[in-house]
C-alpha cells in the first residue's frame, strides 16, 4: 500500500498533522512516561493529603495524564499534534471505557451460568421446571421451557411489528404534513414509555375481558410489539430518509410509481439498516420482565402453543427464580441469565446474516426491472 505525500511550502510548518501508519517508538514511550507522571503525581497528592478511594484515584489519574500528555505533546510537536493525539487517546479511553463494563457483565453471567448450563449438559437446555422443588438440585430442572417461550414471544413481535414501523417510518420519512408531525409525537412519547405500561394496557384490553384465558405468548407478543414499535420507527426512519434521492428520482423518471419506487429500490437500498432497526427492537423487548409478568403468567412446563395457555419466559423465570429460598434457585437464576444472553446473541447473529445475504448497493438497472412507459400510465 502506498500513501500520497501532500506537497508542503517550503519553510512552512504543514496545515495538519501527518498520522503515520505504524506505531513508533517514541510516542509510546511519551505516552507511557504520562501514564507514570500522572500516577506518581497524583499518588503523592493522595499521600500527603490522606485521601483514599480507588475511584477517585483512578479518575484523578486519568485527568492528570490527560494534562501532562497534552503539554508534552504541544511542547515537543506543536498545538496541532497535540489537539490529534488528545483526541485520539480521548475517543480510545472512551471505548475502552464501554467496552470493559460490557465484557464484565457477560464475563460474570457467563462465568455463574456456565457452570450450571454445562453440568449434565445439554441437560439444562432440553428440561423444564416442572420438577422443581425446594431441595431440588441443580442438574434436575432445565430452561427449555423458557427458550420456547421466549423465542416465540419475541418472534410473534417482531412479525406484528417490523411490517408496521418500517410502513410507518416510510411515511414519516416521505411526508412532513401535520399528521405526519402528530405522529411523530407520539412515537417520541412511545420511546421514553415505560415497559409496564404497554403490560398494563395489553393487560386491560386483552387479558382482563378473557379471564383465566387471557394470559397467553400471543399477549406478551402484543405487549412487546407496543415497547418494540417505537423503536423500530425511528431508526428505520433514519436510514430511508438517507437513501440518495437520485435513486427515487431515476425511477420516477422510468415510470415507477410511488409503491413500486419503495419496495424495489428503497428499501432494498436500505436494508442493513433496517435490519439493524429490527436489531435494536429485539433488543429492547429481549430482556424484558414486566409486560411478561402481567401477561404471560409463567409456565413451568413447556408450552408449544402460544395463542393459548400461559407460557414461561426467560426473564420472567429469572425473575421468579432470584426470590425462591434456596443457593440452588439462585444458581438456577444464573443458568437461565446465561441461557438468556446465548439466545439474544444467536438471533443477532441470524439477523446480521439475514442482512447480508444481498446487498441493498445493486445496479438500477436491476432495482427497475419494469418497463419505461408514461407515470400516469400505471399510477
Known sequence: MTTQVMPTVSGLAPDRPQRRQVVS???????????????????????????????????????????????LSWRLHGILVAKDRLATVAIWTGAFSAFVPLVWVIGYVILQGGAVVLAHFPHFLTADFSGYTGTAPVTAVGSFAAIVGSVEQVGLATIFTVPLGILAATYLASNRNTFALVVGSVVDAMVGMPAIIAGLFVYYLWVLPQKTNGQSGVACAFALS??????????????????????????YALGGPRW??????????????LVTATILGI?????ETAPVLLVGGGNPKTNWNPFSGIQDDLPLRIYQMIFQPGVNATRDAWGVSFVLVLVIFVLFALARLIGKRSSGA??????????????AAED
Open 25 to 71: 517508538l517514541p510516542p509510546v514511550l511519551e505516552a507511557g512516561g504520562s501514564v507514570l507522571a500522572g500516577f506518581a503525581l497524583v499518588w503523592l497528592v493522595f499521600a500527603i493529603a490522606g485521601i483514599h478511594g480507588p475511584f477517585g484515584f483512578a479518575l484523578c489519574c486519568m485527568g492528570a495524564f490527560f494534562v501532562l500528555y497534552t503539554l
Open 283 to 287: 433488543a429492547r423487548v429481549a430482556g
Open 260 to 273: 413500486r419506487t419503495l419496495l424495489r429500490v428503497v428499501l432494498p437500498t436500505a436494508r442493513v439498516g
Open 362 to 375: 445493486r445496479r438500477l438497472s436491476q432495482l427497475l426491472p419494469f418497463q419505461r412507459r408514461p407515470f
Open 226 to 251: 407496543v415497547i418494540m414499535l417505537p423503536i423500530v420507527i425511528r431508526a428505520a426512519q433514519e436510514v430511508i430518509s438517507i437513501v440518495p434521492p437520485a435513486l427515487t428520482e431515476a425511477s
